[in-house]
């Protein structure tokens, strides 16, 4: 079973220098039907204009990822930790018993757009931490690269959470599969472009529910469209 959620239909908030979109319900939107998708919690694409970004700010037992499209963000937190993430960078920060953190545009002329997505945790109370891998384009073109797991195999990130993070960039035709073992399901997020999932045409900003099913099959429709699958415990 596949049900698609999208882009027009997410949620929306706009404060000037923050053009951001909500998956799921968040801040001030508001959805009982759009609460999250098993331990998916969070999925905003947020667009922050030069110079200007979200200031420090607290979270506690979540798994944070933060995958930027364009542009660079810069992030700083309470342990110590600073760097800039840009296009092809995965970054997971684990909030467990407490961490203050900001996040502002790196650059003053160029905005930044990314996506920030959170997953909730295995476990409360962890030890706060904080990860951050490359990934080329060529890494991901043409497959699903494993970017993030539980066990950081395959050189992936480490995520707190019985969950595996593929990405991938598919060009028009280029057709991948990915089995689904009992007991899971998947969050297909069309990151930009356009593809086929199984035989629905999905968007830059859709989503995609999948249970049910024992394998999925993306195949490019038009250049460079890239793509983030997230394969979880039901």
Do not use: C
């Not at 079973?1 to 951001?20: H, N």
């Not at 467990?96 to 295995?122: C, D, R």
């Not at 990934?135 to 959470?161: A, C, N, P, W």
């Amino acid at each position: 079973m596949i049900t698609l959620r999208p882009a027009q239909e997410r949620g929306s908030a706009y404060f000037g220098w923050l053009d951001s979109r909500h998956t799921f319900s968040f801040g001030n939107y508001y959805d009982p039907s759009h609460m999250g998708f098993a331990d998916l919690r969070v999925i905003n694409e947020d667009k922050v204009t030069p110079g200007q970004g979200f200031s420090t700010h607290g979270h506690r037992d979540m798994e944070i990822i933060s995958y930027v499209l364009e542009g660079a963000l810069e992030h700083k937190d309470s342990i110590g930790t600073g760097s800039v993430i840009r296009p092809g960078d995965v970054q997971r920060m684990s909030a467990g018993t407490g961490i203050m953190h900001s996040e502002y545009n790196a650059s003053k002329t160029e905005p930044v757009h990314f996506l920030q997505i959170w997953v909730l945790p295995e476990q409360k109370g962890i030890e706060p931490g904080y990860e951050q891998k490359t990934f080329s384009e060529e890494d991901k073109r043409g497959l699903l690269r494993l970017v993030g797991s539980r066990d950081g195999r395959d050189g992936s990130i480490t995520i707190h959470q019985d969950i595996n993070l593929y990405a991938s960039i598919l060009q028009a035709d280029d057709a991948v599969s990915h089995p689904l073992a009992a007991g899971r399901v998947a969050w297909l997020q069309v990151v930009r472009g356009a593809v086929k999932l199984n035989d629905q045409t999905l968007a830059a900003g859709d989503g995609a529910a999948i249970a049910e099913e024992s394998q999925i099959t993306l195949q490019g429709v038009s250049g460079d469209s890239e793509v983030l699958l997230f394969d979880m415990a039901a």
